[in-house]
């Protein structure tokens, strides 16, 4: 299967490689990885969600799981680096090169889909497809979370305005309303403003379904029973005594467990080159750990050789998740890690301006590449500390000069002593990221001594001082507002020895977006802490941290359209 060679002239653009592709059916393309149809609930030819009975079945019948290898990246300009790109062009690049490869990625949200980065399903020869019904509703798992978490608010409103048999406190409720669009005028709101028949009235607010607990919880249950527990003991509020009330409490689990059951089955699709792609759940990084469900992980890597699956964001938000928070209820560990960096954000972080001069990132500029090694040599830094094998993946633009790339090459191997491979999986599919998807082979081959950053039963502030000195560069920590009486509360109740999950601006590995490179002598500031008591972890709140984003100046909405024969424009 290969894109058609007379797509357009020149560089065809993602949505016109997307439809020269001849894709073959979705039962076809697993079966040779162990799934048969009847594995399969299929959603048209090309996508299907994998039933949880063969999912049980596959991990009786495969006791090895196979290499795993994660993606994350250095910190991004405002345009993305390419992490997807990447990981789907390395899944297909393993195949190349005689290896049973998977990917896993998460999916998309409208939110940013329509806000700044339009299509978020790969680009270029490295996409997953169908790539305009995965960025839209696709099977509509994003749809029924943000039903199941409204559901929620509404029988939690509604047992307040029936009496309130549980003593809830209205003003200590801490469920929001969410929704799956960058619309900040609901961010906060006044409801129960229509009197007796409407209800109490009250402060609320609404966040974007990926930021919701019931994300975390999808991602991270392995079963409907787990979900069901998970979902039963998410706090939702507290009564007047501090006590908290939970959706079981409020009656509401089994309903929530109703609209997520088909949710929490595994969606598979396609790539160009015909390698099966799990996209499934989407937690962002910088308001959630921010990687694809655990179930999908579970089922491609007993399936496969190498597991190719990506964190959100810088290496200090995604990957930091990933080891300290997915690999410990996944009872997992990666067996490499591949950063990717590109010339254009090596430049960004090398200019001294704030905002950035995007247009200058157009120029070559070897000198202002070399300022920015600094923030790669960071995240570098920061993911040896975990133990495991470090390739950095120089993805490659049209632009870059031989120059600038040679500098990258040469800075990795010589000054960092990592290894490192140039990617053009973009342009060039499989066949371009084949020099790195080898000299990953060699990485997972090769000894590592895997290890969490903290111990899970560190205090909660020493977890919290661990990930802002150790990962982000601070000097130390200031708490603000309750942030400090909270850690003491929540600490009372039991939530003391799990993990952190901390939720920072990704534009900076700093909490301050305007600071590039690698920011030193700064304090972290924490604003808020509380628990996602059914995903298992804390969420710390930094600065500027905003759990439902706006859109843009001019938002990609704007450009997007479709004619009358449903061909789709701006989306990509």
Known sequence: MSPDDD???????????????????????????????????????????????????????HDDDGKLILVTGMTPTPMGEGKTVTTVGLGQAFNHIGKDALVAVREPSLGPVFGV?????????????????????????????????????????NHIKQGNDLDIAVNWVNWPRAIDMNDRVLREIAIGLGGEVTGIPREDGFILTAASELMAVLCLADSISDLKARVGRIIVAYDEDANPITVDDIEATGAVALLLKD??????????????????????????????????????????????TEAG????????????????FGEMEPDAVTIVASVRALKYHGQDMWPADLDALEAEDVEAVERGFENLDRHVRNL??????????????PGDSDAEVGAVLEH?????????????????????GADLANELVDAAESPSDFEPLYDI??????????????????DGVEY???????????????????????????????????????????????????????????????????????????????????DDEGNVSGLF
């Open 313 to 328: 964001f810088g290496s200090d938000l995604g990957a930091e998740k990933f080891m300290n928070i997915v690999c410990r």
């Open 384 to 397: 040896q500390q975990f133990g495991v094998p470090v390739v950095v993946a120089l993805n490659r633009f």
């Open 263 to 308: 949710a929490l089955k595994p969606n598979v699709v396609q790539t160009i080159e015909g390698t099966p792609a799990f996209v499934h759940g989407g937690p962002f990084a910088n308001i959630a750990h921010g990687t694809n469900s655990l179930l999908a992980d579970d089922v491609a890597a007993h399936l496969s050789e190498y597991l190719v």
């Open 412 to 432: 990795c191997r010589e000054d960092l002593g990592v290894r490192v491979a140039e990617s053009n999986v973009f342009l060039e599919g499989g066949e371009g």
């Open 7 to 61: 797509a357009g002239d020149g560089v065809p653009t993602d949505y016109e490689i997307a439809q020269a592709v001849e894709t073959d059916h979705i039962a076809d393309v697993v079966e040779p990885f162990g799934l048969a149809r009847d594995d399969l609930e299929l959603y048209g030819d090309e996508i299907a969600k994998v039933k949880l009975d063969a999912i049980d079945r596959i991990r009786n019948e």
């Open 480 to 562: 603000h507002s309750d942030a400090e009486s909270e850690i003491e509360r929540l600490g009372g109740l039991g939530f003391d020895e799990v993990p952190i999950c901390m939720s920072k601006t990704f534009h900076s590995l700093s909490d301050d977006a305007s600071k590039k490179g690698a920011p030193e002598g700064w304090t972290l500031e924490i604003g808020e802490v509380y628990p996602s008591a059914g995903a298992g972890f804390l969420v710390v709140l930094t600065a500027d941290v905003l759990t439902l984003p706006g859109l843009p100046e001019k938002p990609a909405a704007a450009g997007m359209d479709v």
């Open 117 to 157: 980065k339009g299509g978020a399903a790969g680009g270029g020869y490295s996409q997953v497809l169908p790539m305009e019904d995965i960025n839209l509703h696709f099977t509509g798992d994003i749809h029924a979370l943000t039903s199941a978490h409204n559901l929620i608010s509404t029988m939690l409103d």
């Open 457 to 474: 039963d560190a205090p909660i502030k020493e977890k919290i001082e661990t990930v802002a000195t150790e990962i982000y560069g601070a």
